[in-house]
């Protein structure tokens, strides 16, 4: 399914069901004694289905609750964002629900399934990180779980999902996405009663687990290198994210505006290779880039490295330029210096956790997307980024490689 089929789906479907279902869960909740109860978190399944990066962002909160709980982690994802999991391995496999989106029958077919799951697991708890899903809502009551702790709007209008979330925490838009899902956490350990997250967060618990990638992949990593550029012999990597998923492509910078910066390091700098990275469905967008630089040190690898052999390369490679996308937080778990492009998201919400920079101009229509629209827009001209003047870009990169031999 798309992701406009998605947001439909969950709006016409997800509002109606919810106020149907909502006088069963409170019923059921009642004789429970959820609200009267504290969560049990011997078995807690975490709810992110449809970004890969906010899975990277969620980490220190499922470290935490893991630690302090404690609590062995569960973890329910669309089959195409699980490999962003495996980064930290924070979940074991065998606590990862897989579930299959391309359609609206599959996706019936694995509702049953995660019910079957989640009761051979023995879920006690369901922690929703996604920003007012009905979807995630629904299953989360599906799973059979007697505390479900998620996100609620309090007295904001709009955002219903009804009562099937009984632990409620008041998302506030004003603190970066990290702090919230903390603050379900707190929820779950009792640090607070009601719905307003009173607990400070210190900045130490925002910290990322590194990775710590074996010689053997880095090795591996720099023979596929050499295969992309004979070449090469150990000179600086400088990574280009050219795209932006799907899910918000109002997020890329413009194809032109990669190439400038391209060129200009590519003069600037001998000492230096350029590798455009993508995913296999992205090699003929980025290829666009590659043609226009025409240049023998910079090379398109889109679909040449496998998801595993990200963060060695992110290890070994010198600094990255992105969209703000997944790799953005991917990169977060080494020490690679990232230059993310913010344009209808605003870095004080979803700047990567890592050694992250942002490009914005903060224009007064940003950001236009947030859990209020379920992050859609309907802007085509996108001046928050096509706005990012590749001058900019080029003189803080050119400073950070002159300043970083």
Same mark, same amino acid.
């Given at each position: *399914?798309?992701?406009?089929? *998605? ?39 975490? #709810?992110? =289905? ?11 909160? *499922? ?9 062995? #982690? ?109 603050? =379900?956490?707190?929820? !779950? ?19 990322? &687990? ?5 010689? $053997? %992949?880095? $090795? ?23 795209? !932006? ?18 060129? &200009?390091? #590519?003069?600037?700098? @001998? ?19 590659? @043609? ?9 690898? %889109? ?16 600094? *990255? ?14 020490? #690679? ?52 003047? %590749? %001058? ?14």
């Amino acid at each position: *399914m798309t992701v406009n089929t *998605m947001r439909a789906v969950d709006k016409w479907v997800g509002v109606p069901l919810c106020f149907l279902l909502s006088p069963f869960s409170w019923f059921f909740d009642l004789l429970r004694g959820a609200h009267t109860n504290k969560p049990v978190l011997k078995r807690v399944l975490f #709810l992110e =289905l449809s970004e890969m990066g906010s899975a990277i962002i969620a980490d220190p909160a *499922m470290r935490k609750l893991k630690e302090q709980g404690p609590s062995e #982690l569960y973890f329910a994802i669309f089959n195409k964002n699980y490999k962003s999991l495996e980064i930290l391995n924070t979940v074991p496999a065998e606590n990862i629900f897989k579930m299959n989106a391309d359609n609206i029958f599959s996706l019936g077919l694995d509702i049953f399934r995660f019910m079957t799951w989640c009761r051979k697991k023995k879920i006690n708890t369901v922690i929703d990180l996604e920003l007012f899903s009905r979807f995630t809502a629904i299953l989360g009551l599906f799973s059979g779980a007697r505390s479900r702790v998620g996100f609620t709007s309090l007295h904001d209008e709009g955002l219903y999902r009804g009562n099937l979330v009984n632990k409620t925490v008041r998302y506030n838009a004003h603190v970066h996405i990290a702090v919230n899902f903390i603050s =379900l956490v707190n929820k !779950a350990l009792g640090l607070f009663d009601n719905a307003y997250s009173t607990v400070a967060i210190a900045n130490n618990e925002l910290q990322l &687990a590194q990775a710590n990638p074996s010689t $053997e %992949s880095l $090795e591996k990593v720099r023979n596929k290198i050499r295969e992309l550029y004979p070449s090469w012999n150990g000179e600086r990597t400088v990574l280009l994210n050219v795209n !932006a998923s799907d899910m918000l492509p109002q997020r890329r910078w413009p194809q032109a505006n990669f190439t400038e910066v391209a060129k &200009a390091l #590519l003069q600037r700098y @001998k000492d230096i290779v350029i590798i455009l990275t993508g995913a296999p469905a992205e090699k003929e967008y980025v290829d666009v880039v590659a @043609k226009e630089v025409n240049d023998a040190r910079c090379i398109n690898s %889109s679909g040449y490295f496998s998801f595993s052999e990200l963060v060695p390369l992110y290890s070994i490679s010198h600094m *990255m330029l992105t969209n703000d996308s997944g790799p953005a937080h991917f990169a977060a778990v080494t020490p #690679l210096k990232v230059f993310v492009l913010f344009g209808p998201e605003t870095p004080h919400l979803y700047l990567p956790l890592g050694n992250a920079e942002p490009f914005y101009l903060g224009l007064p229509c940003s950001p236009c997307v947030s859990a209020a629209n379920h992050r859609k827009t309907s802007c085509e001209s996108r001046p928050c980024i096509t706005g990012i003047p %590749s %001058s900019m870009v080029i003189a803080r990169v050119d400073q950070f490689l002159s300043a970083n031999v």
